[in-house]
């Protein structure tokens, strides 16, 4: 099993693994703190969108899911915030058509039209160097605007009428938690897939969350926790010849029932 380690496309995988862990570590904590998993789903299905226009235009699928996504979460924002619409309303609605865009973008795509399983469930054994790259810039941009806000977005995060008391721009503070999500998503559209974002963004927050008392112990605790969930479902999925997104998912699904179990025993 050792040998594996020195193929290119494994420590791609492994690379791509990690920094997905960090991001879903960090920014998974807050969706899960705030309760904004719905909206999650609704930016990550509007991924969906960009790949398409990605394919349309001859890009980078990922670099169109980055303008997708980025699109997807001003809207959502500007639409509950500005227009007073109600967020599963509105997530509803931009998740069936990102959807439903990606899908008229490939069929106009001219020529071969691409298999795009990939991107719906993700394969981790086939990231490009390429997106690599892309997915590192993306995680010291979410690096850098967490540690620079890190203490507002706490405030927003847990309770933001006092926030707003506090005379901090709670709305600009939201869109920014937005932005942040959509980045994210992007990061894990080549680890899981579009379908199974949701899954690894708030596993490794929601298990950590579990036995920690502050936000930056979860954050740590999730990125731990991210970290063994995605290169344990690499070498699973490896072994036996899963599906790589899938084996991931299954993985922080296990580790979370594990922890909920641990924890019903301590407390009984």
């Known amino acids: 099993m050792i040998e594996i380690l020195g193929f290119g496309f494994f ?10 862990a960090v991001a879903c570590g960090i920014v998974g904590s807050f ?45 959502i924002w500007y639409l509950n915030t500005r227009e007073l619409q109600e967020t599963d309303t509105i997530t509803g609605a931009i998740w069936a058509a990102g959807m439903a865009l990606g899908i008229v973008f490939v069929a106009l795509t001219p020529g071969y039209k691409p298999d795009l399983f990939s991107y719906l469930f993700g394969n981790i054994l086939l990231v490009p160097t390429s997106d690599i790259l892309l997915m590192g810039f993306l995680v010291l941009v979410i690096l850098s605007v967490v540690l620079i806000l890190f203490t507002r977005l706490v405030a ?50 929601a298990t950590a969350r579990l036995f920690t008392h502050s936000l ?53």
Request: hydrophobic share 60%; no cysteine.
């Open 11 to 20: 420590q791609n995988a492994i690379i791509a693994g990690l920094l997905a």
């Open 31 to 75: 969706v899960v703190v705030r309760r904004m998993v719905t909206t999650s789903g609704g930016i990550s299905h509007a991924a969906f969108g960009g790949i398409g226009l990605g394919f349309f235009f001859g890009i980078d699928p990922l670099l169109g899911a980055v303008f997708f996504t980025i699109g997807a979460a001003v809207l």
């Open 156 to 205: 927003v995060t847990f309770d933001s009428e006092y926030a707003s008391v506090m005379g901090m721009p709670v709305s600009s503070l939201t869109l920014i938690l937005f932005l942040l999500i959509a980045l994210t998503v992007v990061l894990l559209i080549s680890v899981v897939g579009i379908i199974l974002v949701i899954a690894l963004l708030t596993l490794p927050a």
């Open 216 to 268: 930056p112990a979860m954050m740590a605790a999730a990125i731990l926790i991210g970290v063994v969930t995605v290169i344990s479902g690499i070498f699973l999925s490896y072994s036996f010849d899963l599906p790589s997104g899938a084996t991931i998912i299954l993985v922080g699904s296990a580790l979370y029932t594990g922890a909920l179990a641990r924890r019903h025993l301590h407390s009984s």
